[in-house]
């Protein structure tokens, strides 16, 4: 039985955030930060005040204001702050519709003249409209990556929350590979998926369950929600899941042969694997994103299955939201790892004619190197049934 109060994130953490979020405006110049969450990206107001939007309320609005000096405000959509206030340690929490404009205008009748905007690629453009309209010139309104870079560094508490959340991942791969036999469905093993990891503890899916099985719904679909195809002997099965506890993301995929696959299948595989294993390695503090996918293509390009000068991403930031924005790991990403950094590390690999691979893992950075938050088997060659 998981225990959820040993991995609860207290108060004390959240005003330290808060603290360490405004020495950095302080250093940027930055009068007032802006943070935007919906439902489906809600790392930012969450990891400040502790509260997430309510699915099933358009626009999925929160958000949260943090002047240079002073307190948070909180706002969220009409008829929930009675809950917010529930969850949140802020004191002061309003309706965000009716209370915006005037808190905005108030903030820039009191001299405020930069303004920078977390969230800003997914904010709903009616409050980006409300900014624009009572933030005029001459205050300079810009996207901010400053929470991006701060709640990419996790405590200790975090991390074992997505160590939970790993695991139950794990327990959903493991309920796919049970449920495997000639004659089932990606829906059904989708759904043997998600009822091992609700079962087990999940709080809430942190994305779709993915389940591609066979070359034609493989080899060219990077993903794809899984359909009424059954699986045959021979098949590759692609899978990749995910699930929430206590506020954290799990983001793992890993694939498997079904019964007598072929040599090139076989070989697609083990190289995924290998160019996982090459990128792991080179994955400590210090390093950049480029520097974590440059071994890995280079075993892909090794192996005849990237052109030279071709480079594939090798995954993404990771810990409230499933993806997070940093670090990122393009081949030419400058963002560095930090010290208690997390990210999921993924090898994809689709070859025409073979079938699709994927191995990922959400990971930690330590000083001397990565820690997996994920323990299951990386080699699958799952019998016939």
Known sequence: ????????IGEAEYRDRYRRTQEVMSRDGIDLLIAWSDCYRMSNVRWLTNYRA???????????????????????????????????WVNDVREIRRELPGLLRELAASGVRKVGIGGYRYLAAEFLDTIRECLPSPIR??????LDRLKAVKSETEIRNMKVAGWLADV???????????????????????????????DGIAFDVFVQTGRENTETFYLRRPTDRRLQ??????????????????????????GAISSEV?????????????????????V?????????NEVLRRHGYLKPGENLR????????????????????????????????????????????????PIVVRKDGAESLSNYSYVNRWPLR
Do not use: W
């Open 266 to 286: 076989g070989r697609a595989m083990d190289v995924t694997l290998e160019a996982f294993e090459a990128g792991m390695k080179a994955i400590r503090a210090g």
């Open 233 to 258: 002997d021979g098949d590759i099965v692609m899978i990749d899941m995910g699930c929430r506890f206590n506020g954290y993301a799990s983001d793992n995929a890993r694939a498997a042969g079904f």
């Open 141 to 146: 309104v810009e996207r901010s990556s400053l």
């Open 54 to 88: 309510f699915d099933g309320f358009i626009p999925y609005a929160a958000m949260a204001l943090v002047p240079a000096k002073g307190d948070p405000i909180l706002l969220v959509t009409e008829g929930l702050v009675p809950s917010a206030q529930a969850e949140t």
């Open 288 to 296: 950049t994103g480029a520097d974590a996918c440059a071994p890995a």
């Open 314 to 361: 090798c995954g993404h930031g990771t810990g409230m939201d499933p993806e997070e924005e940093y670090p990122s790991l393009m081949p030419h990403s400058k963002d560095v790892f930090f010290e208690n950094m997390t990210a999921a590390y993924a090898i994809t690999l689709l070859v025409p004619g073979v079938g699709g691979c994927r191995v990922e893992d």
């Open 172 to 202: 959903g791969c493991e309920a796919v590979a049970e449920a495997a036999a000639s004659g089932v469905s990606e829906r059904e093993l989708a759904r043997a998926a998600y009822a091992a990891m609700f079962e087990a503890g999940a």
């Open 1 to 8: 039985m998981i225990d959820t109060h040993l991995n609860e």
